[in-house]
């Protein structure tokens, strides 16, 4: 009598000692990452994220670990890689749950969230020990700063340069365009739809504002406040000034007539395929761009210029960086300075530099000869030329900015597709910035 | 004449639908047999000039997808198996008994598949850090299980309904408790269903991206949908790896459907029959 | 009474596993989702989250995006769900009778199925680039266009080409949900409508049609809501652009998280999704004449 529903009973009570078992079986397998308490020769754990991943680079960096490892036997890294389209919400996330968690890539998009809330320790105080801090350009310290405050270490600067086809130039009689209003037109020219070609390769997409504001800018550069590059030195923001209605509608001219029109919703990629497949001649990008260039394109087909410039000769340039930062709820602070400092040494970075097509942070580096031809030479030309190519540092401290690429891309897609005028457009930035100035010194 | 004229109309229609379907897979697996540089190349190469199996190669070398093709199969397998078996037990007690509390469950079920997930994603992250749960393979299954046990219930419900009460009653007259009852009598003759259903679950288990993008930090744990994801760079699109990874992960699915498509049909025939 | 008591602890039993992990890991965190709804819960500045009552609400239906989200919702789930449902049900009148080489061609067809949406929407994305894709290389080669479509960068063409792709992906779930309801018709049903002399178009109306009926109510109510909350297709394709033309409901929530960190907004969002899934399921419900909500 009793066996049948006992039976059961035993049954159910499996199901629930099932999913209880499954459950804590995870938590036994987490235990063996924690940081050892009891062993007897005190391993330490760092847990390190990296933002920025490619499959290529998470091999350059794991090999560094490696190496760090060696010389550490101590010391075991933990290296997180998530997909690179995903990996700064989970970065976030993983701060916002306090999740273990001691070293982790800093940008210089994100620094200023990541100090507001308190996610990030200033590098200041570490810095005396590093004997090869000396040797880090200025460039990567601002970048690397907000008010005063050191809070990572770049792994590699990222600087604007002209990419453009050197033979299709060549067949047109072209020479490489030095001023937008030369890209322009160089961009018009090539332009012919019915081969499928375009001169420039546009980004309308994720993304979109790094073109307009840089062109504005440039066409501001007399009036430009260096320090507070959003604005004027009379305290309006770039877009107040009558230049910005004419670089804007250079921009324009230069979508509509130079740039293929499917470019309004392209992102980096479709950006760089269409220069890598013969579809556009002219490319604004970062330098770690050069190893993809170099992978789908033949060689003397492609060439780097300088940054274009506005009407009075001037560009304004900048460079973006991101890097290793400490987390402020880490344990193991000493042990993740240690690892960043191997990781940034001169050795280390001018590796990573070299593979993945980032400038070094280190002075010392750039007397390589590796950097002193093809196509990092004119990102040198330009740092030996500081009159014409003026630099200045990104807003990255406003928090707006955090929104400001996605409130450029809409505002501005809805311009190149005529649906709003340009002068509305300019009051509609004018009034973000305003704004977001107004929020800062609040 | 008239049917031979619908006839051709038919196999007509056929035929098309079949070029729409099968162009972008036929696109997928030739990329996946071209060499670098010739995906991008124009003009668009319609058959590879040149074949090349390095693709497949190198997502096994550098990306270690046997790795992910094991955590991928391992999670979504059991997180399948464990669906159906909680989701035949509520299922059947769904089907056959009428309780204070019975309609409100239904509606508990039914009203979690408006819920837009991506509401809940942090809030689910906390509480598997509470858990400690992060970073584990088992943070996916339980996941993935609760995803799909208010769908999977549903369903067998429906195949519960199919099968006549008299059958497990005449077990137990026969001295079979409910549940031996249940294993014994009602789940052999319910197995079509059971099988759309756990295909139906693997699929979705197997598929799944966002949650294993967050929970999973290691390596060695990591899914095929994460591994594909990072073939997605800053600036290029590695279509090479990432249609050699697609073929790939189609596979077991399709050849689970080749294998089971009886089942499915008869199991969703009966299902759909209650409708 | 020991037999009721025994049936109701086999219920309890029964149930309990399913109930309690719903309860967890989806009815508590997604409250406490909800709740971010009333918050200012911005990740950027996680100092300063209180509670701020509907200003979400009110901030987002002053927002012509999101307004402009929400005709394109309803765009989305009605043309996906029409043509999914023509097309899967047309393939299913067809393949109902067996023929040499189905099962082979069910294969071929029904595999868009097994592929996640993540990677539907790279795929699509890159067959419609206008310069680079493969479509309009096509088009061009077969020589019906001239001048290359920009299907994802055109605001006439992005909406239409967004719901092409899910088309696309979703043909094969009702083509086998209906495949499987048309062979359960039985059969003397046929024959006694033969003795009629009925013809086929009669017989579907008369016949099939009244008997897959609860089927396609069932499974056009689920994947009316499925569609309608899946931002994934979107994300990978457009993300909405350009200038917002292809944002959905679930793809504008989706940009409030990954590039906003707008969580306050996001669940707002989410929340009017809700609500508007609710009211269209008992539209539809009642509309359908089916009262018995959920049970299918």
Redesign the interface.
Known sequence: MFGKPMKTWMLSALTAVMVFTLTTACSSSNDGKKPDSGSKEKVITLRMIESLTSPSRTALIKASIDKFMAQNTNIKVELISPPFDQADNKIRTMLAAKQPLDVLEVRDLNVAEFVNNNYVEPLNDYTGSWSDFGTVTAVAKSVASVKDKLYFIPNGLYQRQLFYRADWLKEAGINAPVTYEELVNASVKLTDAAKNRYGFSFRGGPGANGVPDTLIQAYDADKINVDDAMFLKDGGTIYSSPEAKTALDLYVKLYKEGSPPDSINWGFQEQVQAFTSGVTAFLLQDPDVIQVLGENMQEGTWATAPMPTGPSGKAMISAGGAGWGITSHSENKEAAWKLITFLSSPEENTQLSKSHGTVPIHSSATEDEFFQKGPYKTLLDMTNKPDTFINFKPPFEYPANGQWGTVAMESGQAMLLGQTSVEDTLTKWNEYWAKAKADMNK | MKPRILTGL?VL??AL??V???F??Y??VITSLKP??DI?????QYWPKQFTLDNYIQIFK??KFHIYIFNSLLVAVLAAA?VI???T??A???AR?Q?RGH?Q??????V????????????????M?D?????????L???Y???L???S??MLR?FFQRVPSSLEEAAMIDGC????ALLRVIIPVMLPGIASTFIFAF?QN?????MA??FI???ALKTL??A????????????G??SAG?VL??IP??VL??FA?RF??E????????? | MIALRKQRTYILLSLLPALVLLLIFTFYPFLQGVVMAFQNYVLFDLTNVRFIGFQNFVTAFQDAKFLKAMTNSAYWVFFSLTFQFLIGLSLALILRKPFKGRGVYQGFIFYSWALSGFLIGLIWKWMFNSQMGVINDLLMRIGLIDTRIGFLSDPDWAMSSVIIANVWYGIAFFAIMLLAALQSVPADLYEAADMDGAGSIRKFVNVTFPFILPTIIATTLLRAIWIFNDPTIIYGLTNGGPAGTTHILSSLMLDKIIYGGDYGMASAIGVTMIGILILYTIFYLFVTKSEKVGDF
């Open positions: 038919k229609y056929l639908h079949f729409i379907m099968v972008p897979l696109w997928i670098q540089k991008f190349s124009f003009p668009l550098i990306s464990i078996f909680i989701a037990l509520s059947y007690v769904m008994f309780f309609k469950i239904m509606m508990a079920f039914f979690t598949q408006m819920l837009p997930g991506f509401i809940a994603l942090a809030p689910l992250y906390l509480l850090a858990l400690d749960l992060i970073n584990s393979r088992m943070s299954i339980i996941c299980t609760v995803m046990i208010p769908f219930t549903i429906g408790s409910r549940l031996t699929v197997w598929n799944e991206l966002f993008v967050m930090d290691d390596e949908p994460v594909m994801n990072s073939f997605v760079m800053k600036f290029d699109v590695d279509w790896a990432m697609t992960s189609v699915t399709v459907f080749a498509q499915i049909v199991g969703l025939t009966q299902g759909a029959e209650k409708g």
